[in-house]
T-cell receptor
Framework: KAGVTQTPRYLIKTRGQQVTLSCSPI?????VSWYQQTPGQGLQFLFE???????NKGNFPGRFSGRQFSNSRSEMNVSTLELGDSALYLC?????????????FGPGTRLLVL | EDQVTQSPEALRLQEGESSSLNCSYT??????LFWYRQDPGKGPEFLFT???AGEEKEKERLKATLTKKESFLHITAPKPEDSATYLC??????????????FGTGTQLKVEL
């Protein structure tokens, strides 16, 4: 079974631009969660989508948004990029049907904001 | 607010030298505690899920245990290929049925020959 895939793997943007990252979950998984990983803060939860609806949201500003499509693929968007948005963005998928599930992570998209 | 603290931040071991990594947590109703391994430039790789105090799980040279306040990841006779960052995460009952994980900052393990 193919794992979680994320595109692109690397991205360089400048301050003020916007960016869209994509995540394809494991086949059959309906929940997709997004995390930001930085050296100082570690892994922080951004949001989770299940059946095209946002089910949970972390403490990030409204510049961070996401969506999920009917095939469970998900995108996250960051508008008006800031230098502090430079990070590894990880997506994780799970079945989404029970309360405690293992989340499987993709390789991440490394974003550098100049 | 859920909190996860891992110690030590970094650990250097000789091959074969067993040790333990600690993960202490504060959570409003633990639904599950997860251990992941992360290699440089890659996403976290799932290792274990623990659900209740007293539970233990093993996989090769790794054994995870859980109490009401902390979890330990015991590494027995480690090899250089065990070098990685080990991450601990909790899922609380306060997530409205969702999958939010709160992570610690990890323990960076280096195993030398």
């Amino acid at each position: 079974k193919a794992g979680v895939t994320q595109t692109p793997r690397y991205l360089i943007k400048t301050r003020g631009q916007q960016v869209t990252l994509s995540c394809s979950p494991i086949s059959g998984h309906r929940s997709v969660s997004w995390y930001q990983q930085t050296p100082g803060q570690g892994l922080q939860f951004l949001f989770e989508y299940f059946s095209e609806t946002q089910r949970n949201k972390g403490n990030f500003p409204g510049r961070f948004s996401g969506r999920q499509f009917s095939n469970s693929r998900s995108e996250m968007n960051v508008s008006t990029l800031e230098l502090g948005d430079s990070a590894l963005y990880l997506c994780a998928s799970s079945l989404g049907t029970s309360g405690i599930e293992t989340q499987y992570f993709g390789p991440g998209t490394r974003l550098l904001v100049l | 607010e859920d909190q996860v603290t891992q110690s030590p931040e970094a650990l250097r071991l000789q091959e074969g030298e067993s040790s333990s990594l600690n993960c202490s947590y504060t959570v409003s109703g633990l639904r599950g505690l997860f251990w992941y391994r992360q290699d440089p430039g890659k996403g976290p790789e799932f290792l274990f899920t623990l659900y209740s105090a007293g539970e233990e799980k093993e996989k090769e040279r790794l054994k995870a245990t859980l109490t009401k306040k902390e979890s330990f990841l015991h590494i027995t006779a480690p090899k250089p290929e065990d070098s990685a960052t080990y991450l601990c995460a909790v899922q609380s009952a306060d997530t409205g049925g969702g999958n939010k994980l709160t992570f610690g900052t990890g323990t960076q393990l280096k195993v030398e020959l």
